[in-house]
């Protein structure tokens, strides 16, 4: 079974709510990179968005973007990361992992190629916010092959009459974007966001997560009936960078979210 | 995969969930504005009493003496604002106002789409903000004194690599955020559908008028048509109404910046593969890690990484040829022109007119070679000042 879904059926079976963080590959270099992802594990993080560095990164803000662009200049690539998962899944970290990537990575690669290698390495989900619904027929084609990874469905307050239609073969979860627009933004949410999240999870058969501008248990309390999981992108790099990658501080900031969450 | 968004394998909608209702809420109002007579005869109009069309299809007599072809210049320098850009401004703020939006962005380069579009913001009472490269801001700082009066205001974009490609990606995540009362304004033949097909749309006037002027002033139509290339708006604009015409050559000419073996050029298509960017599925300049490459040209108008997805598609199926043509010999061709005609062309439409000399060695002197004079070069004179000096051209 995908990690994913396992982890996700775990929480279910304990009535527990998922914590996901995001952090860019290769940052600060790929070996404190695998022990951060192991204290995370530890500490008890749920699922972690590996973010593909990207030239463009037209979705992400501008403490992302930074941290992309910088990871760009150290040399950091798909392939390397590819390498960096077969070693961190070789060194037993069976957290699942999802990859945050825009489309030419995919497409530079080769897509059938690229699942393939995803498949050999341990990668168990897709997150790619430039491949709309309309454009994904080309890389779903692979992701039929046997464990290959989930391809993550997105959804926006703005997708509306969109949402049963992308939500109908979703597998995994669903990522909600709960500011319109990017991350990075201060956490003054969607005014009708909770009846977006609210209407995502009437139509949802999956687990729904809220993403995109959070920083504490606190900032998702309100909509905590109604999601399944919360997502911190921006503010988790920024901690880190601001910490010096201090293993001890990430782990207290997820041990301490992860419980928050579900109090 | 939703066929009508795409020219053969490229074009497609590479953008967040989030643009895609916006993308369809727009495709569906040009859809229904360019059926409306009131929308059409309000373009005609502002075309017309505002940017001064149509503009003279000219007979460049001594220069085609010199290339020994009949050369004739499709005078887009003529058009308010020195260029052909001011053509899809037009259309799109018209489009935006019927749409209720207040506000427009844009992204600009050299400045030129910035300024077309501060003027049409201007025009008609909309708020205009641009965002620009810091560095671009440095370079072209009298473009951003024109936007400046004429109300917009300029955003500095210091992420990646401060140039217009950041631009872009910059009005990308404004428009995600603001679509609801703001319009994005594209200025070239690119990002995701319906944007190619719009600003094609709103610059085949150019082709339109070219073509009955031909018919008028020769009474047949042209063997060639060629027009420069950086995103590809003016050459879309220029093949349009002659890509059903199968004996009219179509020429594209992008910029060859230092050479395109030194890899500092802006030729996308002769170098680039197929990838993705700013939401179109196009050729690309891209490294060994499918990152987006800096483009090289002395024309900041050419100076993309990308092209625009029709004419990818158009090269693939071999309709039109695509070529390129270096800074020197730009430069050479800008200073020929001037002393020929009397006409100071923009850098970039120098690109067309310096290939047009190539073209017109294999030409027979009655043949007829229409080129499009994209914008004049007033807003190159530092520039062109800058490379003379380096050359020791005018001492």
């Known amino acids: 079974m995908n990690r994913i879904e396992e982890k996700l059926a775990q929480l279910k079976e304990q009535n527990k709510k998922a914590f996901i963080t995001y952090m860019t590959a290769g940052m600060p270099d790929f070996d404190k990179m695998q022990e951060i992802i192991r204290t995370q594990e530890q500490a008890g993080t749920d699922i972690i968005e590996l973010g593909i560095p990207f030239s463009d990164p037209v979705a992400d803000g501008p403490v992302i973007q930074d941290a992309s662009y910088h990871a760009i200049l150290k040399g950091v690539n798909l392939k390397k990361?590819?390498?960096?998962?077969?070693?961190?899944?070789?060194?037993?970290?069976?957290?699942?992992?999802?990859?945050?990537?825009?489309?030419?990575?995919?497409?530079?690669?080769?897509?059938?190629?690229?699942?393939?290698?995803?498949?050999?390495?341990?990668?168990?989900?897709?997150?790619?916010?430039?491949?709309?619904?309309?454009e994904q027929d080309e890389i779903k084609e692979f992701l039929q092959k046997e464990n290959a990874p989930i391809l993550i469905q997105l959804v926006s307050p703005v997708s509306k009459d969109r949402i049963p239609e992308i939500l109908k073969d979703a597998r995994g979860f669903v990522y909600c974007v709960s500011s319109m627009g990017v991350t990075g933004q201060e956490a003054t949410f969607h005014k009708s966001v909770i009846d977006y999240l609210g209407s995502v999870k009437e139509v949802s058969k999956i687990p729904v997560m809220m993403g995109f501008g959070i920083r504490t248990a606190e900032d998702v309390a309100p909509?905590?009936?109604?999601?399944?999981?919360?997502?911190?992108?921006?503010?988790?790099?920024?901690?880190?960078?601001?910490?010096?990658?201090?293993?001890q501080k990430i782990g207290t900031y997820c041990g301490t979210f992860k419980k928050e969450l579900n109090q | 995969m939703n066929k009508k968004s795409y020219y053969g394998a490229f074009g497609g909608q590479y953008v967040a969930e989030s643009l895609m209702n916006t993308l369809k809420e727009l495709d569906d109002a040009f859809e229904k504005y360019t059926k409306d007579e009131e929308f059409l005869k309000e373009v005609d109009y502002y075309l017309k009493q505002y940017v001064g069309r149509e503009t003279p299809l000219y007979f460049a007599s001594r220069l085609s003496e010199a290339y020994g072809t009949k050369i004739y210049l499709k005078r887009e320098d003529l058009n308010h604002t020195g260029a052909h850009k001011i053509?899809?401004?037009?259309?799109?703020?018209?489009?935006?106002?019927?749409?209720?939006?207040?506000?427009?962005?844009?992204?600009?380069?050299?400045?030129?789409?910035?300024?077309?579009?501060?003027?049409?913001?201007?025009?008609?009472?909309?708020?205009?903000?641009?965002?620009?490269?810091?560095?671009?801001?440095?370079?072209?700082?009298?473009?951003?004194?024109?936007?400046?009066?004429?109300g917009a205001k300029v955003v500095p974009v210091t992420s990646g690599s401060n140039t217009l490609k950041d631009a872009t990606n910059e009005?990308?995540?404004?428009?995600?955020?603001?679509?609801?009362?703001?319009?994005y304004v594209i200025g070239s033949a690119v990002g995701p559908y319906p944007y190619p097909k719009m600003v094609k749309y709103f610059q085949s006037v150019i082709s339109k008028e070219a073509k009955k002027q031909i018919l008028e002033q020769e009474g047949r139509l042209p063997d060639v048509v060629m027009a420069c290339v950086g995103g590809g708006s003016n050459s879309i604009g220029m093949f349009a109404d002659f890509i059903e015409e199968k004996d009219v050559k179509l020429i594209g000419v992008e910029a060859a910046g230092?050479?395109?073996?030194?890899?500092?050029?802006?030729?996308?298509?002769?170098?680039?593969?197929?990838?993705?960017?700013?939401?179109?599925?196009?050729?690309?300049?891209?490294?060994?890690?499918?990152?987006?490459?800096?483009?090289?040209?002395?024309?900041?108008?050419?100076?993309?990484?990308?092209?625009?997805?029709?004419?990818?598609?158009?090269?693939?199926?071999?309709?039109?040829?695509?070529?390129?043509?270096?800074?020197?010999?730009?430069?050479?061709?800008?200073?020929?022109?001037?002393?020929?005609?009397?006409?100071?062309?923009?850098?970039?439409?120098?690109?067309?007119?310096?290939?047009?000399?190539?073209q017109a060695k294999k030409m027979k002197p009655d043949d007829i070679m229409v080129v499009c004079l994209s914008g004049r070069g007033d807003k190159d004179v530092n520039t062109i000042a800058d490379y003379l000096a380096g050359k020791g051209y005018l001492n």
């Open chain 1, 81 to 134: 990361v590819l390498e960096a998962m077969k070693k961190l899944r070789s060194a037993k970290i069976e957290i699942p992992i999802v990859f945050m990537m825009y489309y030419n990575t995919i497409l530079h690669y080769g897509v059938e190629a690229f699942v393939d290698a995803c498949i050999e390495s341990g990668v168990d989900g897709l997150i790619i916010p430039d491949l709309p619904l309309e």
């Open chain 2, 87 to 150: 053509n899809n401004v037009i259309g799109q703020i018209l489009l935006a106002k019927r749409m209720g939006k207040t506000k427009v962005i844009a992204e600009t380069g050299a400045g030129q789409h910035g300024v077309a579009t501060a003027t049409g913001a201007a025009l008609f009472n909309m708020e205009c903000t641009v965002y620009m490269g810091a560095e671009d801001m440095k370079r072209q700082s009298l473009n951003v004194m024109r936007m400046e009066m004429l």
């Open chain 1, 223 to 247: 909509m905590k009936d109604i999601i399944d999981g919360a997502i911190v992108g921006s503010h988790f790099i920024r901690l880190m960078e601001e910490n010096d990658y201090d293993l």
């Open chain 2, 258 to 358: 230092k050479g395109i073996e030194t890899g500092e050029h802006a030729s996308a298509m002769a170098l680039g593969e197929p990838g993705v960017l700013h939401g179109m599925r196009s050729y690309l300049l891209q490294d060994e890690d499918g990152n987006v490459q800096l483009a090289h040209s002395i024309s900041a108008g050419l100076d993309y990484p990308g092209v625009g997805p029709e004419h990818a598609y158009l090269k693939d199926s071999g309709r039109a040829e695509y070529v390129a043509i270096k800074d020197d010999e730009a430069m050479d061709a800008l200073m020929e022109l001037c002393k020929l005609e009397g006409i100071i062309p923009a850098i970039e439409s120098a690109h067309a007119v310096a290939y047009a000399k190539k």
């Open chain 2, 171 to 183: 009005a990308i995540r404004t428009w995600a955020k603001t679509a609801e009362d703001t319009f």
